[in-house]
């Protein structure tokens, strides 16, 4: 088993900035993904970047610029920096890990096995 802890959300002014941060612990594994996905009130979870074990990054086109995605493998740690935050940022931000995840998958969430409980990121003035 993996298990997986968000950390960094907050309530932050348009144009702000937040990192968030995900520490695995339990199983680790040396393939696959890690992404982060978020959810606002009534709608859909939806991807928002990922990191192939390879270093390869993946970004939703509306974050593209302004988020980077990185990992630490010695601390087991994934982060998400975010700049210039827009209202339309907010919502729980989830992250995930799949050690078999294939490349035309990762994008959904439904091929992550492994699951954060989330971390409210808010952007208002």
């Given at each position: ?21 995900c520490a695995a612990s339990g199983r680790t594994f040396g393939s696959g993904a890690m992404a982060?996905?978020r959810q606002a009130p009534g709608k859909e979870r939806e991807f928002v970047s990922a990191i ?74």
């Amino acid at each position: 088993q993996v298990q997986l802890e968000e950390s960094g959300g907050g309530l932050v002014q348009p144009g702000g900035s937040l990192r968030l941060s995900c520490a695995a612990s339990g199983r680790t594994f040396g393939s696959g993904a890690m992404a982060w996905f978020r959810q606002a009130p009534g709608k859909e979870r939806e991807f928002v970047s990922a990191i192939r074990y390879s270093g390869h990054t993946y970004y939703t086109d509306s974050v593209k610029g302004r988020f980077t995605i990185s990992r630490d493998k010695s601390k087991n740690t994934l982060y998400l920096q975010m700049n210039s935050l827009e209202p339309d940022d907010t919502g729980v931000y989830y992250c995930a890990a799949d050690p078999r995840i294939i490349l035309s998958s990762i994008r959904d969430a439904r091929h992550y096995d492994y699951w954060g409980r989330g971390t409210q990121v808010t952007v208002s003035s």
